[in-house]
C-alpha cells in the first residue's frame, strides 16, 4: 500500500498517489513528470520576471512603475500642480510590490528603513538563498553565478536541476518557493493565474463520478487529474477514455 512515492508528484498531485506509486523506481525520489513538471515551472518564472523587468504588465502602470526604479529617475507629480518646495511629502507613485520583486539580492526591502519586512523578498533573494546552499554543498568547486534573477534561474536549470531534485529532500521546499514566486509576479503583472479546467460530463474512469476530471494547464504532461479519487490519467489514457464513452453510446 505504501509503496514510494515521487516527492515532486506527491507535491503536485496530492491525491494521486495510488497512480504514482508505480511510477517511482526503486532508490530515486523524483520521476521524469515531477522534474518536467518542475522545469516547467522554473521556465514559466523566469519569463514572467522578464515580462515584469521590460514592464510587459497586462496594466499600462507596469512599464512606468519600472521606470522609476532607474536611479535619478524624476519621480512625476500626482496631480498637473508644478511641484513645491515645502509641501508635504508626495504619496510615491510606484507599485512596491513589483519594486520589491525586481530588486537584487540581498533581501533589502524598499522603503523598509526599519526592516519591518512589510515587502516581499525579491525574486533573487530568494533564489540565491537556494543557489548559495547547492554551490555549498554540491557545486563548490564551480564558480559562482551572477546574483539577478535571471541568471540565477539559468544556473539552477539543467543538469543542476535533476541533480539537487535527486540529492536535496527540499527540493520540494523549493518547489513550493517558486510556485509562491510565480504567484507574487502574476499578481505585480496584473494577470490571472492560471486555473485548472474541468472536463465537464465526462465520468471519471474509477469512481465514476462526471465533472470530477481536471486538467492543470502548468502541467506539460497534460494528466487528467480526479479530484475526488486522485485517479490520474495522460492525455493518451483520456482520449482513449472519451472513445470509449463514444462506443458505448453507439452500441
Ligand atoms: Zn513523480
Ligand atoms: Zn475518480
Request: some cysteine; proline content about 7%.
Amino acid at each position: 500500500m505504501s509503496q514510494p512515492v515521487c516527492i515532486l508528484c506527491a507535491y503536485y498531485h496530492p491525491k494521486a498517489e495510488t497512480h504514482l506509486a508505480s511510477w517511482s523506481q526503486p532508490g530515486r525520489q523524483c520521476c521524469s513528470a515531477g522534474l518536467r513538471r518542475l522545469e516547467h515551472e522554473l521556465v514559466s518564472l523566469r519569463a514572467a520576471f522578464q515580462r515584469l523587468q521590460e514592464g510587459v504588465g497586462a496594466e499600462p502602470a507596469a512599464k512606468d512603475a519600472v521606470s522609476q526604479l532607474l536611479p535619478g529617475a524624476p519621480v512625476p507629480s500626482p496631480s498637473n500642480q508644478p511641484s513645491v518646495s515645502g509641501t508635504k511629502e508626495r504619496r510615491l507613485p510606484i507599485d512596491v510590490t513589483r519594486v520589491d520583486l525586481l530588486l537584487p539580492a540581498g533581501g533589502e526591502y524598499v522603503r523598509d528603513p526599519n526592516r519591518d519586512q512589510t515587502g516581499n523578498l525579491s525574486v533573487a533573494t530568494v533564489l540565491n538563498e537556494w543557489v548559495a546552499a547547492w554551490h555549498d554543498r554540491f557545486y563548490s568547486s564551480h564558480g559562482y553565478p551572477r546574483t539577478d534573477a535571471i541568471s540565477l534561474i539559468d544556473w539552477i536549470s539543467g543538469h543542476r536541476l535533476y541533480w539537487v531534485a535527486e540529492h536535496d529532500e527540499a527540493i520540494t521546499d523549493f518547489a513550493e518557493e517558486i510556485r509562491d514566486l510565480r504567484s507574487l509576479l502574476a499578481g505585480a503583472l496584473g494577470e490571472v493565474e492560471k486555473i485548472p479546467v474541468t472536463m465537464w460530463g465526462v465520468p471519471c474512469p474509477k469512481c465514476q463520478l462526471v465533472s470530477q476530471l481536471e486538467l492543470n494547464p502548468e502541467d506539460p504532461d497534460h494528466y487528467r487529474i480526479c479530484i475526488s479519487c486522485g485517479a490520474m490519467l495522460s492525455r493518451t489514457e483520456y482520449m482513449e477514455h472519451l472513445r470509449s464513452i463514444v462506443d458505448q453510446h453507439r452500441s
